[in-house]
Nanobody, 125 residues
Framework: QVQLVESGGGLVQAGESLRLSCIFAGSRFSEYGMGWFRQTPGKEREFVAAVTWNWTTYYAQADYLKGRFTISRDNAKNTAYLQMNSLKPEDTAVYFC?????????????????WGRGTQVTVSS
């Protein structure tokens, strides 16, 4: 049984930073790949970033990222992180953490078997 709990969201001003955390409750965290997605009302959940079990990282190819977000993991703490810098109002969304145990694709919602409930990030202009 895997449970994911996100934290670190909140209300910030444009240009500020946030670090989201995702605590993995379960065993063998190091064998899971972790991903971050985000969703705004009326839109589909979109891929942001992923880190594999062997530390390879993937990022959304959309222009909005432009190196502002960084995904990482700490296997000793069973936690994945998403560092978000230079935040913009268009980054406002609910951010979800996800986990997967196998497979080679990382950018689709269907690639992941476990999800957290999300954390709200609101960026004011």
């Amino acid at each position: 049984q895997v449970q994911l709990v996100e934290s670190g969201g909140g209300l910030v001003q444009a240009g500020e930073s946030l670090r989201l955390s995702c605590i993995f409750a379960g065993s063998r965290f190091s064998e899971y790949g972790m991903g971050w997605f985000r969703q705004t009302p009326g839109k589909e959940r979109e891929f942001v970033a992923a880190v594999t079990w062997n530390w390879t990282t993937y990022y959304a190819q959309a222009d909005y990222l432009k190196g502002r977000f960084t995904i990482s993991r700490d296997n000793a703490k069973n936690t994945a992180y998403l560092q978000m810098n230079s935040l913009k109002p268009e980054d406002t969304a609910v951010y979800f953490c996800a986990a997967k145990w196998s497979g080679r694709t990382w950018r689709s919602v269907d690639d992941y078997g476990f999800w957290g409930r999300g954390t709200q990030v609101t960026v004011s202009s």
